[in-house]
């Protein structure tokens, strides 16, 4: 699947459904503690705020074949936030 956002992309949380909330293993996996640091942990996306894309790797594990899900981290203030692209839109600069 193409990636929708870019690293640094500023983004709006249109949809918080689309949220990973309980999913540290991914910051893990694809070698981000900072990040994971800063995980939104059991917190939804507050939807309706912007933030900057930090990282964006596949969902990885327990997806059903052929589903190529990417996961996007997304800074708001001092919180990431984890979401699939169909819960952000990309902000106007």
């Known amino acids: ?3 929708k956002f870019r690293i640094g992309s500023k983004v ?3 949809n918080n459904g689309y949220g990973y909330t309980t ?3 991914w910051f893990k996996r694809n070698n981000h503690p900072i990040l994971n640091s800063d995980y939104a942990f059991n917190i939804d996306a507050p ?3 912007v933030g900057t ?3 964006i ?3 990885g594990y327990y997806m059903p074949a052929g589903d190529d899900t990417i996961l996007y981290a997304v800074r708001v203030s001092d919180q990431i936030y984890l979401l699939s692209a169909d819960g952000l839109e990309k902000e106007a600069q």
């Open 1 to 3: 699947m193409k990636n």
């Open 12 to 14: 709006r949380i249109v």
């Open 23 to 25: 999913y540290r293993e």
């Open 47 to 49: 939807e309706g705020l």
């Open 53 to 55: 894309v930090r990282a």
């Open 57 to 59: 790797h596949p969902h």
